[in-house]
């Protein structure tokens, strides 16, 4: 069969997390807070099209700060 060989997936996965983890560093050298809330809104909507299941998979403090849980008392 003849074609174009396909990239392999994980790398380009891996290539796209760089890029995304390079454009967050940038922008947090810039403004933290900012990048803070651009993460919380990325995650909420992840979770929200997970149907609420990412929020399971995350640390309380990360969940706290995206607004997908209340602060667990003291």
């Known amino acids: 069969m003849t074609g174009v ?7 380009a996965t891996d290539d ?6 390079a454009q967050l560093r ?15 809104e990325v995650l909420a ?7 609420g299941a990412l929020r399971e998979h995350l640390p309380e403090t990360i969940r706290v700060d995206a607004g997908l849980d209340a602060p667990s008392p003291a």
């Open 5 to 11: 060989d396909r990239a392999d997936p994980v790398a």
């Open 45 to 51: 909507a992840l979770d929200r099209a997970a149907g």
């Open 26 to 40: 940038a922008l947090a050298g810039a403004d933290p807070a900012e990048v803070r809330q651009v993460v919380a």
């Open 16 to 21: 796209d997390a760089a890029e995304l983890i």
